[in-house]
């Protein structure tokens, strides 16, 4: 399953973690990465939401640290007059846009 190996390795996570979160043996995991056998439905479901959650814990992990260096512009007075899409988005992705927008609004900064 190439497709098994390439989320594994987008969600950046290694064959002993991800083995390890759907309680299977590293050698099992091995096999389905190669091709040898497939999971069963059970174990397909549990790779697919260990996958997602893992994707979606670096998404938001670089979308804090994209806010992080907006703020830090701000702070430092080299911001441009709206944000960019990547910050747009990334407030989307961690739930803080009405927040930042009203951090925004007092410092007179249209979204």
């Given at each position: 399953m190439e497709n098994l190996k390439e989320a594994r390795l987008?969600?950046?996570i290694t064959?002993?973690?991800l083995?390890?979160?759907i309680g299977v043996s590293?050698?099992?995991l091995c096999k389905w990465e190669n091709g040898?056998?497939?999971p069963s439905k059970e174990n397909a479901e549990k790779?697919?939401?260990a996958l997602k959650k893992e994707q979606n814990i670096e998404n938001i992990a670089?979308?804090?640290q994209e806010i992080e260096k907006f703020a830090e512009s701000i702070e430092r007075g080299e911001y441009e007059d709206k944000p960019s899409a990547v910050i747009y988005n990334a407030m989307q992705i961690t739930g803080y846009t009405e927040s930042i927008?009203?951090?925004l609004r007092l410092l007179k900064i249209n979204l």
């Open positions: 987008k969600a950046g064959q002993m973690e083995a390890r979160k590293l050698t099992t040898v056998g497939k790779l697919a939401k670089f979308a804090l927008r009203e951090e």
